[in-house]
Structure formats: C-alpha cells, structure tokens
C-alpha cells in the first residue's frame, strides 16, 4: 500500500514540475530542460512512479471486469474474407505522438503476458488515434502481446495463423464516444529475418523471465515498434484480455502481416508464466462470431 502513496506523491510532484499549477514551476521546467542531471532526475521518477503504478495494479484496465461482453460477443475470432463487408469511412485515420519519444516505458511479464506501458511528462503528449468515424481521441493504454511457438496466436484470416499478435490498448474518456475501448491488432508471421522494430522488445526480454518481474527499457518511439495505418484494416466487436483483465473493446487488425525472426520468437517462449513454467503459447481459442459482422475499412 506505502508503494501506491508514494506513486500519488511522485505524480503531484511531477504535475507540480511540468504543468506550472504553481508559481515558479515554468522556470523549473525551463531550468531541467537546459540541465542534463535535472532531466536525468526527472525521468528517473516517471520511471518509478510508472514501475509502482504497473506493481500495484493501477494501470486502468486493473478494474475493469464489469465491462465484458456477453459471452457470444468474446474474442478472437477467425475472419473469413467473403463475408466480410466493405465500408469507406469519409476520413482516414489519424496518428498523434506516435513518434514522439516517451519519458519512460516498462516492460512486464504479468505471468500470461508481456505487457508494455509508457509514461509521458505531460498528458497532452499520450500517443492517440483519432479520424475515421471514431469522432474521438483514443488514447494508448499499454500494448500486450500473444505468442506462439506453435504459430497459432488469437486472431486469424481466413484459417491463416500467425506467430505474434501485438494488442495495443486505447481508451477513450468522452461520453460522447461510440465505444470506450479499442484495440489495434499487428498480426506477425515468422520468417528467417530479425525484425529491427520488434527488437525492441524482445531484445530485452530476458530482464523479465520470472512472472511479476518489471524491467525499465531506454524510450523509443511507438511509431517504431507500431506501424501505423489510415485504411486497410479489418473491424469488430469483441474482447480484450490481458490475461489479468477483460473487458469489452472495439477490434481494429492490420491487415498488413509484420515478420518476425525464428529466433526473436523462441525469446517469448523462454519466458514463465504463474505456474512456473515456460510459456510456449498464451492464446484464447477461437470464438464463434454469432450474429456479429467484420467490417473492411
């Protein structure tokens, strides 16, 4: 409990530093700018106010199990190219911060998932989606990926698996919104050479072997890991699950497929989950779609 009181007082701080409640916080914010040790302190502390926050659970999703969908509506599913509808929305998609860099990004093995969260100095800087008939500003939420040794992960097309799946959660706060959560699915297919972007992230997997280990990674954009898309992309009504959470959420998946190396892989299935074994596979099975329809944007 002392970890989440000292995460509040770590976040009034930094609200105190970088967006001037109080007189005096400007020049401080201007001097840590100009002042390498300063900015070395300053991002030291979004580093562990972010590592508390991940440790006690207070990441949004933590509680949010009320929202499920009702149990026709889970997820994943399996999308079948002829039945699919096409719909042209007036508006592409629009990417906001995605390649800015982040104050602090953490990497965590929750013991069923990998999980990413980042940190930004000033709420006005979270990376955000917004166009297309979305009307509203959905802002990232933390990215989990899904694994398989046997290449089979959550989502696929047209009876096609993959190895990789990369979920990244947004979350909109606005009433107003048509959904309160979307999801955006990166699909991977193994292949024979290293993925620079997804390197990342596997490249620092071994810090977080054990479940409940938090490892703090040097920032990068998510533009870089993420690639980002205006059309092209398949939609529907389903779930999110983090293997600790489960809520309902709108699916958007790339229907661009990314490449994974063999080796970058077997890195996800060296990690061990809750029971103490290694995972080799951490996907839900396929659901049935029922009376729901998979749009093509």
């Not at 072997?209 to 490892?215: C, F, H, L, M």
């Not at 229907?255 to 890195?267: F, T």
Request: hydrophobic fraction near 40%; charge should be positive.
């Amino acid at each position: 409990m002392h970890h989440f009181f000292l995460s509040l007082v770590l976040w009034y701080f930094l609200a105190y530093l970088f967006n001037g409640f109080v007189s005096g916080s400007r020049f401080i914010v201007s001097s840590a700018y100009e002042s390498k040790p300063i900015m070395i302190i300053l991002s030291s502390c979004l580093a562990l106010a972010l590592i508390l926050n991940v440790r006690t659970g207070a990441i949004i999703v933590r509680n949010m199990g009320r929202l499920m969908t009702p149990e026709n509506q889970n997820a994943p599913i399996n999308i079948v190219s002829r039945l699919v509808q096409a719909r042209n929305w007036p508006r592409e998609l629009l990417w906001r911060f995605y390649d800015d860099l982040p104050s602090a990004m953490i990497l965590k093995n929750n013991g069923c998932a990998v999980i990413l969260s980042i940190c930004c100095e000033n709420r006005e800087m979270i990376p955000y989606v917004t166009g297309g008939e979305l009307g509203q500003k959905y802002y990232f939420v933390e990215a989990s990926f899904k694994w398989s040794l046997q290449h089979s992960v959550e989502h696929s097309i047209d009876g096609h698996k993959f190895s990789l799946e990369m979920q990244a959660l947004h979350r909109c706060p606005e009433r107003e919104a048509p959904f309160e959560y979307l999801t955006i699915s990166h699909l991977f297919v193994t292949t024979y050479q290293i993925n620079g972007k997804i390197g990342n992230i596997t490249n620092n997997l071994q810090m977080i072997r054990s479940p409940g280990s938090v490892a703090e990674l040097p920032p990068f954009d998510l533009s870089s890991l993420m690639t980002t898309f205006e059309n092209g992309f398949f939609s529907y009504r389903g779930t999110y699950d983090n293997g600790q959470s489960k809520i309902a959420t709108q699916w958007f998946i790339n229907s661009r497929i990314c490449g994974i190396g063999l080796e970058q892989l077997n890195k996800f299935g060296e990690l061990c989950g809750v029971n103490g074994k290694t995972i080799s596979q951490n996907t839900r099975k396929i659901r049935p779609m029922g009376n729901r329809s998979v749009l093509y944007h």
